[in-house]
C-alpha cells in the first residue's frame, strides 16, 4: 500500500472597494546649522541646531517657533592623564590621585592605565568640578570623563 498526501491551496482575495480616510500627519524632525525660522516646520515638529547642539519642540503651532520648548545637548568630554609620580600617598594603605575637570557637573568616569586596561578605581566627587581617584597600588593613567 502506499501513502499519498493532497494539498490543497485556499487564496483568499481582499478587495476594499473604497479607500479609509488619510490619517494625521506625522511628526517630523527637522535640522539645520542655525536656530529654526518661524516658517519652517509644522506645529508638533521638532528641530536641531547641528552648530549649537540645541533641540527644539514640539512647535506649537504652524506659524511660529516661540515656546517650544529648547534643550541644549550637553557634549562636553574630557580626558585627564596623570603620572606615577602625581599619585600620592600610602595614605592608611590608599594612593590618590586629584583631577580639577570644570566640567560643571558630577561626570561618568572611566579609568584607563597607560598599558590601556580599563580599571575600577574609588572615585569621590569632591565638588562638581574636581574629582579624586582612590586606588589600592598607584599607576599612571588617563581618566575619561563625560
Same mark, same amino acid.
Not at 494539498?7 to 494625521?24: A, F, H, I, K, R
Not at 529654526?36 to 508638533?44: I, M, R, Y
Given at each position: 500500500? =502506499?501513502?499519498?498526501? @493532497?494539498? #490543497? !491551496? +485556499? +487564496?483568499?482575495? +481582499?478587495? +476594499?472597494?473604497?479607500?479609509?480616510? !488619510?490619517?494625521? *500627519?506625522? *511628526? #517630523? @524632525?527637522?535640522?539645520?546649522?542655525?536656530? %529654526?525660522?518661524?516658517?519652517?516646520?509644522?506645529?508638533?515638529?521638532?528641530?536641531?541646531? =547641528?552648530?549649537?547642539?540645541?533641540?527644539?519642540? %514640539?512647535?506649537?503651532?504652524?506659524? #511660529?517657533?516661540?515656546?517650544? *520648548?529648547v534643550i541644549t545637548l550637553s557634549s562636553n568630554t574630557l580626558s585627564q592623564s596623570w603620572e606615577l609620580a602625581q599619585v600620592t600617598g600610602p595614605v592608611q594603605g590608599i594612593y590618590s590621585v586629584i583631577i580639577n575637570h570644570g566640567l560643571g557637573y558630577n561626570p561618568n568616569v572611566t579609568i584607563k592605565s597607560s598599558a590601556g586596561d580599563v580599571l575600577e578605581t574609588g572615585i569621590d566627587y569632591n565638588t562638581i568640578n574636581q574629582i579624586t581617584l582612590t586606588m589600592a597600588q598607584p599607576f599612571s593613567g588617563t581618566a575619561h570623563l563625560s
Open positions: 500500500m =502506499t501513502n499519498s498526501v @493532497i494539498v #490543497t !491551496q +485556499v +487564496v483568499n482575495d +481582499v478587495l +476594499v472597494s473604497t479607500p479609509g480616510p !488619510q490619517g494625521p *500627519r506625522g *511628526r #517630523t @524632525i527637522l535640522n539645520g546649522s542655525s536656530a %529654526p525660522s518661524n516658517n519652517f516646520g509644522l506645529e508638533g515638529d521638532f528641530y536641531f541646531d =547641528t552648530n549649537l547642539s540645541k533641540f527644539y519642540g %514640539p512647535k506649537l503651532s504652524d506659524s #511660529t517657533w516661540d515656546n517650544a *520648548r
